[in-house]
Antibody
Framework: QVQLQESGPGLVKPSQTLSLTCTVS??????????WSWIRQPAGKGLEWIGR???????DYNPSLKSRVTISVDTSKNQFSLKLSSMTAADTAMYFC??????????????????????WGKGTTVTVSS | QSVLTQPPSTSGTPGQRVSISCSGD????????VNWYQQFPGTAPKLLIY???QRPSGVSDRFSGSKSGTSASLAISGLQSEDEADYYC????????????FGGGTKVTVL
C-alpha cells in the first residue's frame, strides 16, 4: 500500500526558508485523482493545514500562510515538496505530509466530490532556533 | 483559535457511549462533508470517518459520525481503553478561495 515519508532539516534558523520533501512509495504519485497535502502541529496543539497540490498543478494554500508557502510536485521522483519562507519560532512544529483521496456521489442530475486525507506520513519535527 | 469548535476533553468509563461535537458555519460544515481523525501521542493522525458518516475499511463500527446543519458529531460506543486519544474534525471551507479547517481537537479519556 502507499506510504509517505517526510524528510528535511530538523533545525532551521529564523528568517530562513524551510524545505521539506515527502516521498511516496508503493504507488505512483500520478495514478489517481489525488491531492498531496502538508499539515503541521505545534507540540501539544492542534492540526493546521498548510496547503495542497495535485499533479495537474492545481494548488490551494492556507490563507494565513499563503504569502510564505510554495508546494510543488516532482513526478519523476514520486515526491512532493514544501517550502516555507521567513521562518520564525511560531513555525516550530511537527510537519506531516498526507494524501487526499476523492470520493463522489450523485444527487439528482449532479455529481458531487468530497476529499479526505487517508494516508499520512509519520511526520518530521522542525525547530526554528538560532 | 480553530475555525471549527470542539470541546477540549471528554471522558467515559469502559462500555459507555461518548460523543464529540464539532461546530462550524455555513462556509465549512454547512456546505461540505466532515472528516474525523484519531491521533495517539507521538503518531500521525489516522482517518476515522469521512464524508460525515463513512468508515474506512478496518475502522471499528463502534465509531460513527453524523452531521446536521453547521454541526457534526462523532460517537464512540462501547468505549474501550484503546480509544483514549485525541480526535479532530475537519472540513473544507469555501471562503478565501477554499482551504481545509480543523477543530482544536478533543482528548478522550477512558476512566
Amino acid at each position: 500500500q502507499v506510504q509517505l515519508q517526510e524528510s528535511g532539516p530538523g533545525l532551521v534558523k529564523p528568517s530562513q526558508t524551510l524545505s521539506l520533501t515527502c516521498t511516496v512509495s508503493g504507488g505512483s504519485i500520478t495514478s489517481g485523482s489525488w491531492y498531496w497535502s502538508w499539515i503541521r502541529q505545534p507540540a501539544g496543539k492542534g492540526l493546521e493545514w498548510i496547503g495542497r497540490m495535485n499533479t495537474r498543478g492545481s494548488t490551494d494554500y492556507n490563507p494565513s500562510l499563503k504569502s510564505r508557502v510554495t508546494i510543488s510536485v516532482d513526478t519523476s521522483k514520486n515526491q512532493f515538496s514544501l517550502k516555507l519562507s521567513s521562518m520564525t519560532a511560531a513555525d516550530t512544529a511537527m510537519y506531516f505530509c498526507a494524501r487526499e483521496s476523492r470520493g463522489r456521489f450523485h444527487l439528482l442530475y449532479s455529481t458531487y466530490y468530497y476529499y479526505y486525507m487517508d494516508v499520512w506520513g509519520k511526520g518530521t519535527t522542525v525547530t526554528v532556533s538560532s | 483559535q480553530s475555525v471549527l469548535t470542539q470541546p477540549p476533553s471528554t471522558s467515559g468509563t469502559p462500555g459507555q457511549r461518548v460523543s464529540i461535537s464539532c461546530s462550524g458555519d455555513s462556509s465549512n460544515i454547512g456546505s461540505n462533508p466532515v472528516n474525523w481523525y484519531q491521533q495517539f501521542p507521538g503518531t500521525a493522525p489516522k482517518l476515522l470517518i469521512y464524508s460525515n458518516n463513512q468508515r474506512p475499511s478496518g475502522v471499528s463500527d463502534r465509531f460513527s459520525g453524523s452531521k446536521s446543519g453547521t454541526s457534526a458529531s462523532l460517537a464512540i460506543s462501547g468505549l474501550q481503553s484503546e480509544d483514549e486519544a485525541d480526535y479532530y474534525c475537519a472540513a473544507w471551507d469555501d471562503s478565501l478561495n477554499g482551504h481545509w479547517v480543523f477543530g482544536g481537537g478533543t482528548k478522550v479519556t477512558v476512566l
